[in-house]
């Protein structure tokens, strides 16, 4: 540890022990072993050093951390942001390619990996004591076998849901050894989010098509995806679909959208083009015209900013509900 | 050095008989160089005096001031290193198998993955991806499991299907060969299609690359490429029977369905091992056959070592301009590099070229 803190060392086993009570699931199998359990008392003097950290990523791999790491590899967007928010940007040495990079202050880190692939050898030149990689293939398995073959603890995380988000910024806070930071970010946004979601309990649920991409095939959210999650809270009835993300036309005009939110405009996606494809003049929607941009990355990027997506959808579902100030 | 090299090597080459010496000398030199350029490479800038010095005090012992950081080792020991050797070890069994397959099946055209291999290991490593299974025996995965098995699995099915046709058996085996191998790419395509999020990891098996090599890998699947090819070049004779067509080859006193299982069960062995450390890498084992018998004649006895030396330069070759390229897929580079250099060589080629 390069900054000995004397009051964090003391604070820290106790927020684990919180955090493993908190309500978002079963990755908390860790308690810092090495480390008696202090009572609350103040009054160390001693530099007292933490234990090592082990816990369980989302693949179920035990992972150990023996010291804060101090130059930590990012390699999904989510974790980018989540390391940032949590005051551990500073420890951040590399990330992943980001189309829509956030925060700012990550704007100048090397680029280890891409779309394609990643960079081990310039992951192991930066000395990388910890690595946050994508799970569900978007980090190749082979590249953290690769570099847990090297002792690089790598942290594997993938959220689907809300829930395993906001577990995922927990678990990421423990790997980087600011899980205090991490507890008190997701508390703050559990909060957030339920108070969001109180404004639109009592409003008529309108059916939402939510479009991530029409590249070849159209492309919506999973029933219990983040997306489709956060829709709800919004105050609609999303018309989701399974694992594939794909829906076919037919089924989507059977469900017959009143609203058309469009997570693509990136790639080009209008109102106008989309009223003026074959097939989807008769939705409701596309009849009235109800078809709105929204910024896909804060909707589906299950990341810290997942409030001001709740945010996006409530404006463009229920434009009239008033939203608390940030 | 490569320039004196030539200089000596030219006029051996020029005499026919010495010619596989020449050949035999010149790949082993040029082996070594691309050794020592495959581990000079990279991402991340070591200096070639670091990286000889790194490779003369871990691997030869050598008492070498150490002038470079941890992390510069690790690049070259523990990442470099093993990524060379299995481009070279996956080279050499892949030109290996494809003498053998095309010797085997007296077919110009045949290559390790004509019998439904590559088709198998394909199908296999889709599976691995789409199962929600993850398991990890010495750092290979599922993935890997099951592409050999899907490779083996093929050629076993395929030879057992061709044995009860009433076809003549190179015959029967390429169709059952060609039938088998749509069948599994049609379940290919359909496991690609309900992938979803896992599609990336498929492609990318199919692409082909030596990106995740480590120490572990390649010692566990470097005996079995090595051990089946040397078993291969142990029967060389057969091969060359086999060559002949069938009733000379028993009239010379090959034991012709024998010889033709054994050398299609260790073909498929070196070929399976190939696949499932590197993925699908096409062209080196259907053209450096052909380079080698057009420089050497078709006798296997010759054609199989001089195969196994230039699939191993070509692959290293090949995984260094795909790094340097950034991180291309090396198939693409084999055949971009193959295509044209074995054209150039048929142009050149003396009449009645025969396998």
């Known amino acids: 540890m390069r900054h000995p803190s004397n009051l964090r060392a003391w604070l820290l086993p106790v927020i684990f022990l919180i955090a493993a009570c908190g309500t978002s699931g079963g990755t908390f199998a860790n308690v810092p072993t090495g480390t008696p359990a202090p009572s609350a008392s103040p ?19 035990t992972v150990v951390i023996a010291e804060e790491p101090q130059k930590i590899v990012s390699l999904t967007p989510a974790a980018t942001e989540t390391l940032f928010a949590i005051g551990a940007g500073d420890r951040v040495v590399a990330k992943v390619q980001d189309i829509t990079p956030y925060p700012p202050e990550a704007d100048d880190l090397p680029v280890v990996a891409t779309f394609d692939g990643t960079d081990v050898e310039k992951i192991v030149a930066l000395e990388a004591d910890l690595v946050i990689a994508g799970g569900l293939g978007f980090t190749k398995p082979d590249v953290v076998t690769q570099l847990r073959g090297l002792d690089i603890p790598v942290v594997v995380v993938y959220a689907s849901d809300l829930d ?25 946004m559990r909060a957030d989010l339920d108070e969001l979601a109180a404004l639109t309990t009592d409003l008529p649920k309108p059916r939402v098509f939510y479009e991530i991409d029409t590249f070849n095939a159209i492309y919506t959210t999973p029933d219990d995806f983040v997306a489709a999650e956060l829709l709800r809270l919004a105050g609609s009835e ?31 996606a209008t109102a106008e083009l989309v009223a003026a494809r074959p097939g989807w003049d008769g939705m409701t929607a596309v009849v009235n015209g109800d078809i709105f941009p929204v910024d896909d990355v804060v909707i589906t990027r299950p990341g810290p900013r997942l409030v001001d997506g709740l945010r996006a959808l409530i404006t463009a579902i229920h434009p009239d509900v008033v939203l608390p100030a940030r | 050095m490569s320039a004196a090299v030539l200089r000596t090597a030219a006029p051996i080459l020029a005499d026919r008989r010495r010619r596989p010496i020449g050949l035999a000398i010149a790949g082993a030199v040029a082996l070594l ?15 070639p005096g670091d990286t000889l010095g790194i490779l003369l005090q871990r691997i030869l012992g050598l008492p070498v001031p150490t002038t470079w950081t941890p992390a510069a080792e690790t690049i070259v020991v523990d990442l470099r290193l093993p990524r060379v050797l299995t481009a070279m070890v996956v080279g050499l069994g892949l030109a290996v198998a494809g003498v053998t397959f095309q010797g085997l099946l007296r077919n110009p055209l045949a290559d390790p993955y004509v019998l439904g291999t590559a088709s198998g290991a394909a199908l296999g490593a889709a599976i691995a991806v789409i199962l929600p299974v993850r398991t990890l025996v010495l750092e290979f995965g599922l993935l890997h499991g099951l592409a050999f098995l899907g490779a083996l699995g093929a050629v076993f099915v395929v030879y057992r299907l061709s044995r009860v046709s009433g076809l003549s058996p190179l ?6 060969g060609y039938a088998v191998g749509s069948l599994l790419a049609a379940g290919l395509a359909m496991a690609m299609y309900v992938s979803g999020a896992g599609l990336r990891q498929i492609f990318a098996y199919l692409l082909g690359g030596f990106d995740a090599a480590s120490w572990l890998r390649l010692a566990t699947a470097a005996p079995l490429i090595l051990g089946a090819s040397i078993f291969i070049a142990v029967r060389a004779r057969a091969l060359n029977g086999l060559l002949l067509g069938e009733e000379t080859a028993a ?22 091992a190939a696949v499932a450390v590197s993925g699908l890498i096409g062209f080196v084992g259907l053209v450096v056959p052909h380079v080698v018998r057009l420089l050497v004649g078709p006798n296997a006895r010759l054609v199989l070592p001089l195969s196994a030396l230039f699939g191993a330069i070509l692959m290293v070759l090949a995984d260094l301009a795909a790094r340097l390229l950034g991180e291309i897929p090396v198939g693409v580079v084999t055949a971009v590099v193959g295509a044209p250099f074995f054209l150039v060589l048929l142009r050149r080629a003396r009449a009645g070229y025969e396998l």
Do not use: C, F, M, N
């Open chain 2, 251 to 272: 009239h010379l006193g090959v034991d012709v369905r024998r010889e033709r299982a054994i050398l299609l069960g260790l073909g498929s062995l070196v070929t399976a």
């Open chain 2, 33 to 47: 160089v691309v050794l020592v350029l495959g581990v000079a490479a990279g991402s991340v800038a070591v200096a």
């Open chain 2, 171 to 176: 015959t029967s085996l390429l169709l059952t």
């Open chain 1, 43 to 61: 009054t160390a003097t001693v530099a007292a050093t933490p234990g090592p950290v082990t816990l369980t990523d989302d693949e179920g791999t």
């Open chain 1, 164 to 188: 395993t988000a906001l577990a995922d910024i927990e678990l990421i806070g423990q790997a980087a050894w600011a899980a205090d930071e991490a507890a008190t970010l997701t508390a703050d």
């Open chain 1, 238 to 268: 999303p018309i989701t679909t399974d694992a594939s993300y794909v829906i076919s036309l037919e089924k989507l005009v059977a469900a017959d959208p009143e609203i058309i939110l469009l997570g693509d405009t990136a790639s080009g």
